[in-house]
């Protein structure tokens, strides 16, 4: 890659890490939430509680979707981009500065899902703006590494926050924790949103947008999009099945473990670091591949692993005490599908709906496979008592995202994605 090339993805994926850093601290640090906010002498409604307000925060994403699709295919990608960084910063900054429920009562509840949606919201247009500002930056050959490495970068986020979350699990003792511990998370988050503001702000706007005709411009992107391209989203929603549940999985596992069975919280945060690390390094790496190998093909075959394994997966916790093992090998079986996902999803939609196309995609699907892991895991386990409940569901997203990939065109090959998305090739 050229050094501007370079450097393009280098300030995006440092701005992607420190924006879903953001998003995920409410997953890890749901135990301390439950407690301030919706105290119950139940810890398994305790854990319901909270991670109903995880899914309502994911019902803001599909109208983030719109809002920032709308700016980013209507005024540039760059301006849409950055303005989801700044409400980013200022929803984790209130979020960190919120009363408890024992000094509001059930205001501060309702105020942390009012937060909690601004946080949707905003990160409705995260990565589908990282996804078209990279692709459309990128030559053709080269976009699935591109984008291979901001999903990585935005995976290294899960480790920035296992890690603050081990840090301080091994420096405050639980009484800390609850009473003002789990907001140093929130304050840095803020912190390190502005910093991502400022990044973008020093970005330039992509050649595909600067070379868009003003006629050629939708007036309402939204609803050409599903108009005349439902069947693409359709596709494209089903794709980010295994990549939902499993990253969801992954952030939630030290508050379902600690619950499940005997298992320590600070040993599960630093399983997690370990196994974030490795979604974030095979994410760059499938990435790569899927430029010669065919993102089809490796969504197929990540689909099918997933698919038999994921059973077999859990019993090396709950039988085996191999927790290490679970989150290693869970983290690679996802990184198959999430260094290809998004530039397939992109691949489906032409330069004048493609940022609204991708983060309408992407929002709703990461609201129903993510956004409903963690809730309908611990459900599960209620029901059945089976300690390999999160298992089925998994399972079953596995098969919805199997099907996105049967589904989908394969193109790799350049004149193929010209086809599919209707748009001249580039002199």
């Not at 247009?125 to 459309?136: H, S, Y």
């Not at 709906?353 to 892991?373: D, E």
């Not at 049967?406 to 580039?426: N, Q």
Request: glycine share 8%; with cysteine; net charge positive.
């Amino acid at each position: 890659m050229t050094r501007s090339q370079i450097k393009l993805i280098s300030l995006s994926c440092l701005g992607g890490m420190l924006e879903f850093y953001d998003f995920v601290i409410f997953a890890l640090f749901a135990q301390y939430f439950g407690q301030a906010f919706f105290p119950t002498n139940d810890p398994i409604a305790n854990l319901i509680n909270t991670y109903a307000v995880f899914a309502v925060g994911y019902l803001g994403r599909p109208l983030g979707s719109v809002i920032f699709g709308h700016l980013g295919d209507r005024y540039g990608r760059k301006y849409a981009f950055t303005f989801s960084a700044f409400m980013m910063a200022i929803s984790t900054f209130l979020m960190g500065c919120l009363p408890t429920y024992q000094q509001m009562g059930l205001t501060a509840s309702v105020l942390l899902i009012v937060l909690r949606i601004m946080q949707g919201i905003s990160f409705g247009g995260e990565a589908g703006g990282a996804t078209v500002f990279i692709f459309e930056h990128m030559p053709y050959q080269k976009r699935g590494l591109g984008i291979g490495l901001i999903f990585a970068a935005i995976g290294l986020g899960n480790v920035l926050g296992s890690f603050i979350g081990y840090i301080l699990t091994h420096l405050l003792d639980e009484k800390a924790l609850l009473h003002w511990g789990w907001r140093i998370p929130f304050l840095i988050g803020f912190i390190l949103s502005i910093v991502a503001y400022f990044i973008r702000r020093n970005t330039l706007e992509t050649p595909e947008f600067v070379a868009l005709q003003v006629t050629q411009k939708c007036r309402f992107p939204i609803a050409t999009l599903l108009r005349s391209h439902l069947p693409q989203v359709l596709t494209s929603i089903s794709l980010t099945a295994i990549t939902g549940a499993a990253f969801a999985l992954l952030m939630y596992l030290p508050n379902y473990l600690t619950l499940a069975s005997s298992l320590t919280f600070n040993r599960t945060f630093s399983n997690n670091l370990i196994a974030f690390l490795m979604v974030s390094l095979f994410t760059a790496i499938f990435g790569y591949l899927s430029d010669f190998i065919g993102r089809k093909t490796l969504t197929i075959a990540g689909s099918i692993l997933m698919i038999l394994l994921s059973y077999y997966l859990f019993q090396l916790i709950f039988f085996s005490q191999q927790l290490l093992l679970f989150n290693c090998c869970l983290a690679l079986l996802a990184a198959i599908v999430n260094g290809c996902y998004c530039c397939s999803i992109a691949e489906q939609f032409e330069t004048r709906i493609r940022y609204t196309g991708i983060a309408l995609s992407l929002n709703v699907g990461i609201t129903l496979f993510a956004g409903m892991t963690p809730l309908a895991s611990i459900l599960l386990f209620k029901l059945t008592h089976h300690l390999s409940a999160p298992a089925f569901f998994l399972v079953a997203c596995s098969i919805i995202n199997l099907i996105g990939g049967l589904v989908m065109k394969d193109t790799r090959k350049k004149e193929t994605f010209m086809l599919a998305t209707h748009t001249l090739p580039e002199n």
